[in-house]
């Protein structure tokens, strides 16, 4: 067997790790503390910081306000690159406040619904402090009983405050609409799905595009399916990677499914996602509850290497030429064959050639690095949901 080669496309893989993986999360139930919690997203940059020095491919950290305010974001730029990192997409949030209870931007009152847009202008000037190119809205807006709300009402004003906020985005900056079809709203989310996401983005612009978490679909969703029609409509902006088995249990991506990870890949890769000049960023968005985090966030990007390094293998012409001669078997036989290849040593080789571990989680835990932080981060407040 003649020896695997990982793809060149790989070197333009970079993948956005989320400030809020390295603080505590827990359950409904539950938010458990653990040693070595960064307290500060400072100290959270530098747990991100050490996940990009075992893998090489995680350059950007994503923020959360108001969980990640601090008094000036340009010195916290300056943190950021000195620990060889940058900083990434901001994320806003109108889920933890009491005034937002019936909806945000949503809201059939007008003085909450400006609170929220406030509170997304808020957001782009902190990017244009930070030079982040995206403000990420994800939005808990919604209702649990039928009759609750005027659906098609929510929708007008979602779009209203929408535009809102897309007027003050830059020439530089995009907005980045996510969608979930449930919770924590049961009847009905107000961005439910990517129709949803699409229409309310194709009013705005150009620079108004779509996230795509894999978390946030129905039980036997063709996610791929998805990926590749919003890349052919050019709304494609962003994904959150994470791995489910039953809702959104924001678990480490490639999981549960990781067939679906490598098919999600596939389709990235097909419609030209990998390129650099494509725009579409690729985060991971997970909870660490049980598992240490900072090795949750090794092996996350480790498995969306690996799913994208099997997906480079993909003979696209030979699965053309079976596409188009009907030959059934023998496409799915390519498709199959890429992703059953082990590209595990060749990664590893990979990585040695460009002066990093080739077995990162063996290096992380040889490194020390665990052991010094639960040494020094002891008094303060650990960092948690909302915090």
């Given at each position: 067997?003649?020896a695997i080669?990982?793809?060149?496309?790989?070197?333009?893989?970079?993948?956005e790790?989320?400030?809020?993986?390295?603080g505590?999360?827990?359950t409904?139930?539950k938010?458990f503390?653990?040693?070595?919690?960064?307290r500060?997203?400072?100290?959270?940059?530098a747990?991100?910081?050490?996940?990009h020095r075992m893998?090489g491919?995680a350059?950007?950290?994503?923020?959360?306000?108001?969980?990640?305010?601090?008094?000036?974001?340009a010195a916290?730029?300056?943190?950021a690159r000195e620990?060889?990192?940058e900083?990434?997409?901001?994320n806003?949030?109108t889920?933890q406040d009491?005034?937002?209870?019936?909806?945000?931007?949503?809201?059939t009152?007008k003085g909450?619904?400006?609170?929220?847009?406030?509170?997304h202008?808020?957001?782009?000037?902190?990017?244009n402090?930070?030079?982040?190119?995206?403000?990420?809205?994800w939005?808990?807006?919604?209702?649990?009983?039928p009759g609750?709300?005027d659906?098609?009402?929510?929708?007008d004003r979602l779009?209203?405050?929408?535009?809102?906020?897309?007027?003050?985005i830059?020439?530089?900056?995009?907005?980045v609409?996510e969608?979930k079809?449930?919770?924590?709203a049961?009847?009905?989310?107000?961005?439910?799905?990517?129709?949803?996401?699409?229409?309310?983005v194709s009013?705005?612009?150009?620079?108004?595009?779509v996230?795509?978490d894999?978390?946030h679909?129905?039980?036997?969703?063709?996610?791929?399916?998805?990926v590749a029609?919003?890349?052919?409509?050019?709304?494609?902006?962003?994904?959150?990677?994470n791995?489910r088995?039953y809702?959104?249990d924001?678990?480490i991506v490639?999981?549960?499914?990781?067939f679906?990870l490598?098919r999600?890949?596939?389709?990235?890769?097909r419609g030209g996602?990998l390129?650099?000049s494509?725009?579409?960023?690729l985060?991971l968005?997970?909870?660490h509850?049980?598992e240490?985090?900072?090795p949750?966030?090794i092996r996350s990007?480790l498995?969306?290497a690996?799913?994208t390094?099997?997906a480079?293998?993909?003979?696209?012409e030979?699965?053309a030429?079976?596409?188009?001669?009907?030959?059934?078997?023998?496409a799915?036989?390519i498709?199959?064959?890429?992703?059953?290849t082990?590209v595990r040593?060749?990664?590893?080789k990979?990585?040695?050639?460009r002066?990093?571990?080739g077995d990162?989680?063996a290096?992380?835990?040889?490194?020390?690095y665990?052991?010094?932080?639960n040494?020094e981060r002891?008094?303060g407040?650990?960092?948690?949901?909302g915090?």
């Open positions: 067997m003649s080669n990982v793809h060149p496309a790989l070197d333009n893989l970079a993948i790790l989320p400030s809020w993986a390295f505590n999360s827990g409904r139930f938010v503390g653990t040693p070595g919690t960064p500060t997203v400072e100290e959270k940059i747990d991100a910081a050490m996940v893998t491919l350059p950007r950290v994503a923020l959360h306000i108001p969980w990640d305010t601090v008094d000036d974001y916290l730029g300056v943190y620990q060889g990192v900083l990434g997409t901001i806003s949030n889920f009491d005034d937002y209870k019936f909806g945000s931007l949503t809201h009152d909450v619904r400006q609170k929220a847009i406030d509170h202008l808020a957001c782009i000037e902190i990017m402090q930070t030079g982040s190119r995206d403000l990420k809205i939005l808990a807006d919604g209702t649990n009983y609750q709300g659906i098609r009402g929510r929708q779009a209203e405050s929408l535009a809102a906020i897309y007027q003050h830059g020439p530089d900056q995009r907005m609409l969608y079809f449930f919770e924590p049961m009847y009905m989310t107000d961005v439910p799905d990517w129709g949803t996401a699409y229409a309310q009013a705005l612009g150009e620079r108004a595009v996230c795509l894999t978390g679909h129905a039980p036997g969703t063709n996610i791929e399916f998805i029609q919003l890349l052919r409509l050019g709304k494609l902006g962003s994904f959150d990677f791995s088995f809702a959104d924001d678990l490639g999981a549960a499914d990781p679906q490598f999600i890949l596939f389709e990235v890769i996602g390129d650099p494509s725009g579409v960023a985060m968005d997970q909870c509850n049980v240490a985090k900072i949750g966030q990007v498995n969306v690996e799913m390094a099997r480079l293998l993909v003979d696209t030979a699965l030429e079976a596409q188009e001669n009907g030959d059934v078997l023998g799915n036989g498709f199959m064959d890429a992703f059953y082990d040593p060749a990664l590893a990979w990585r040695v050639d002066g990093l571990p990162p989680m290096a992380y835990a040889a490194s020390g665990q052991d010094t932080i040494a002891v008094g407040t650990q960092s948690s949901w915090a």
